[in-house]
């Protein structure tokens, strides 16, 4: 079965830290880059975070220097590790494999708010 489960979110006061994990089948990690893409309300899906199996990244200009995008290749799992978070980090997280089709998690979300 290929699925993404994603876990982590929650809420969050502005400057808070959360991790998100991304747990994958085998067959839709091994081989691909993965990433974490977020949907705000009322707004298009946006890519956040992406790692290719090699571990190279690339982030959105919103969140380098806050955000980090690691992986265990053991484990079969992706991680977002968000730090100094903001009221605009609020979201639905999706995990996502570049396989294609491109695979999506059910999402997780994340509020900033005091």
């Known amino acids: 079965q290929v699925q993404l489960v994603e876990s982590g979110g929650g809420l969050v006061q502005p400057g808070g830290s959360l991790r998100l994990s991304c747990a994958a089948s085998?067959?839709?990690?091994?081989?691909?880059?993965m990433g974490w893409n977020r949907q705000a309300p009322g707004k298009q899906r946006e890519m956040v975070a992406m790692i290719t199996t090699g571990g190279n990244t690339n982030y959105a200009d919103s969140v380098k220097g806050r955000f980090t995008i690691s992986r265990d290749n053991d484990k079969n799992t992706v991680y977002l590790q968000m730090n100094s978070l903001k009221p605009d980090d609020t979201a639905v997280y999706y995990c996502?494999?570049?396989?294609?089709?491109?695979?999506w998690g059910q999402g997780t979300r994340v509020t900033v708010s005091s």
């Open positions: 996502n494999s570049y396989r294609n089709p491109r695979v």
């Open positions: 085998r067959s839709i990690f091994k081989d691909y880059t």
